[in-house]
């Protein structure tokens, strides 16, 4: 089951930490793209790992992609 809201990740702030943002609900924040599938599997995305989240639509990068974790 996905998300029903809009998934969104913020640019790194200064400790290199994107926040993670679903349907307004900030979930915390992330240091790598692990985190970010932990965030994804507590959003009822259970089978959800790191590849899905570097390849999935339902995630709105903001300020770089996957790849980005410094500020």
Not at 11 to 36: C, F, H, I, N, T
Request: charged letters at 25%; glycine letters at 16%.
């Amino acid at each position: 089951m996905a998300p029903d809201k809009p998934v969104v990740i913020y640019p790194p702030d200064e400790s290199g930490g994107r926040r993670v943002q679903v349907g307004g609900a900030l979930l915390g924040l992330a240091y790598s793209v692990g985190d970010v599938a932990r965030f994804m599997q507590e959003a009822g995305l259970q089978d959800f790992d790191e590849m899905d989240v570097v390849r999935t639509g339902l995630i709105e990068w903001q300020g770089g992609g996957p790849e980005t974790w410094t500020h």
